[in-house]
């Protein structure tokens, strides 16, 4: 059976790697793809590349694709992450009383959880106590400066729950949960989502389609359409950054205490 | 070819002749400590020197402050990750070292050799430490 | 250019391979790691820099996390 | 004397790769689960490398210098994470981690 599966595997890649024969060279600026089926006009991504400094003076057009054009698609991008968490949150959260002791996952480990030495909290912990801030620090330049360079929020957002998640590993959970607890990160989620759907019914509010950023230049006050369409950009960064942030940190703190964040023992 | 490129290709290659030291550490030696040493060690060293001498080269498109204060930018980034990687790394090897202490790999002593003469039994035992509970 | 995206390819099945052999889930884990390391990589060779950025953050940084932290309340060892 | 700095970057680059190879081997061989995450630790160093040097070649180093600084940053803590779990877990020799 498994010599089958094997044959069966080869003839898959074999067939697709005959597929990959007729593709266009990569980066060739004549495949349909780039320069449009002839008779149609020119193609989307050469609108993309050409009207996207003029229409919202983002000069990555990764972003604005992401955040403007294809608006709905990030919207319900982080709407899976925040369900992700909610599933998390829902399988394995044990909210009163706890595991009984013995019966719980937790009963093979017999050793202290709080740090394990004191070289390891010196060395550790001081490493991280210098390093923290830093990742901090970046993950912001990285969602603020999402417009010119490659990032955003979600890589942001990763970032920044990355740091926490290494605090949580370099002392205990239950210092970490006393910094950024289950009830803050929770509606951090929520804020996250709420900023990014308060601009789209905010766009609405003002007669004009949902997430069509244009028309918050009287609201935001800035001079043109433009200016208006790279500042929300912004803010729906920050929006998905909160979102992403909270979730992965709260799937940490869920898998690695088995869902009992009161008194379980994390990593 | 200008004094930068110079100094960039030496420091590109010396950090390469540490990059093979450390792979030839990992790859030949007996236990887990010695192949950390040459990991933790070597390979740290050697993308400090690879990571600076591309710093170096960029000084090539330096004119002026005014000018070019984006080449600025990207050096400092460069030697940002070389201090990160100069904390992290040996942190992390630490970190590694002392899990695989406790979770009871054993370091190779030099009277675990079959082959000890009579020399060298004349001379101190290292001492073998309990592992910690 | 090509050379250097012929061997990341050529490292990529390996890390797949060893990724699917080993039967130590912790080992497989981190070796997932090292795929999406090289994966990034590759993201990054061919320009697509938004993608290698975000395969970095989550691939090298929190993902790999998230699979120990699994490991660690369930077992070890795989089965199969 | 005509010297051509990307070619000596795609050879560079191309040496690390190679360099990664005797990693890749104690990935393969290792005897035990904490040979195979030093080895990752090693692969993550040198990726980190190589992404400066994707990026001198296509001659964008600021834009690559961004995610090198991620990948350096954030290498660390699937090793921490690892050192972790071997630290929480009673030792393993005999039982599990010994590979086959």
Not at chain 1, 58 to 75: E, F, H, K, S, W
Not at chain 2, 8 to 27: E, K, Q, R
Not at chain 2, 62 to 70: K, L, N, V
Not at chain 4, 13 to 26: F, K, S
Request: with cysteine; charged share 15%; proline share 3%.
């Amino acid at each position: 059976m498994r010599l089958f599966a094997l044959i069966a595997v080869f003839i898959t890649g074999g067939l697709l790697l005959y597929g990959t024969a007729d593709f266009p060279a990569k980066g060739d600026p004549h495949s349909p793809a780039n320069a449009g089926v002839p008779g149609t006009g020119p193609s989307i991504s050469q609108y993309f590349v050409t009207e996207t400094y003029n229409d919202s003076k983002v000069p990555n057009m990764v972003t604005a694709v992401l955040a403007d054009y294809r608006g709905y698609d990030t919207m319900f991008e982080t709407v899976v992450i925040f369900a992700a968490g909610m599933a998390i949150f829902a399988i394995l959260r044990v909210v009163k009383g706890g595991r009984n002791p013995g019966t719980g996952i937790h009963h093979r480990l017999d050793k202290d959880s709080s740090g394990n030495g004191d070289h390891y909290d010196i060395i550790v912990g001081t490493t991280c106590k210098l390093l923290i801030p830093v990742i901090q620090l970046f993950s912001l330049y990285v969602i603020a400066h999402g417009h010119y360079s490659p990032g955003g929020g979600f890589q942001g957002g990763v970032i920044l729950g990355a740091s926490f998640i290494l605090y949580a590993m370099a002392t205990n959970l239950k210092a970490s949960l006393a910094r950024f607890s289950e009830q803050r990160f929770m509606s951090l989620a929520c804020i996250g989502i709420l900023i990014y759907a308060g601009f789209g019914f905010l766009s609405q509010f003002l007669q004009k389609n949902f997430l069509e950023y244009g028309v918050l230049q009287k609201v935001l006050l800035t001079d043109g359409p433009e200016m208006a369409r790279s500042h929300s950009m912004l803010g729906v960064e920050v929006g998905v950054a909160f979102t992403v942030t909270a979730i992965m940190f709260a799937i940490y703190a869920n898998l690695s205490s088995a869902g009992d964040l009161e008194n379980g023992k994390g990593l | 070819m200008s004094i930068f490129t110079i100094i960039a290709v030496v420091l590109i290659c010396v950090g390469l002749l540490f990059f093979l030291g450390a792979a030839v550490g990992i790859m030949r030696f007996g236990d887990f400590y010695t192949r950390m040493h040459a990991a933790g060690k070597g390979d740290t060293l050697s993308s400090l020197l690879v990571l600076l001498g591309f710093g170096v080269y960029q000084l090539n498109n330096f004119q002026s402050f005014s000018e070019s204060w984006p080449v600025l930018l990207v050096i400092l980034k460069l030697i940002a990750i070389s201090a990160f990687i100069l904390l992290t790394s040996p942190t992390a090897t630490h970190a590694l070292m002392d899990s695989g202490w406790e979770d009871g790999i054993e370091p190779e002593l030099k009277n675990d050799k079959p082959e000890t003469n009579a020399l060298e039994e004349d001379m101190p035992q290292p001492k073998q430490k309990e592992a910690q509970a | 250019m090509w050379q250097l995206e012929t061997v990341l390819l050529i490292f990529l099945v390996v890390a797949a391979l060893l990724s699917l052999k080993v039967k130590d889930l912790l080992s497989a884990s981190m070796i997932f790691g090292m795929y999406s390391f090289v994966m990034c990589l590759l993201w990054a060779a061919m320009g697509a820099v938004d993608v290698a950025f975000t395969e970095a953050a989550v691939g090298a940084g929190v993902s790999a996390v998230f699979f120990i932290a699994t490991v660690y309340n369930t077992k070890r060892r795989s089965s199969d | 004397m005509n010297f051509d700095f990307d070619s000596f970057t795609l050879f560079t680059g191309i040496a690390l790769l190679v360099l990664m190879i005797p990693a890749t081997y104690r990935l393969a061989t290792g005897p035990t689960a904490i040979d195979r995450i030093v080895s990752i630790n090693i692969i993550g160093t040198k990726s980190a490398v190589i992404l400066v040097i994707i990026g001198s070649l296509f001659g964008r180093v600021e834009m690559f210098v961004d995610f090198a600084l991620t990948y350096a940053l954030l290498n660390f803590i699937g090793s921490l994470a690892a050192a972790r779990y071997l630290h929480k877990t009673p030792p393993a020799r005999g039982q599990v981690g010994e590979d086959e």
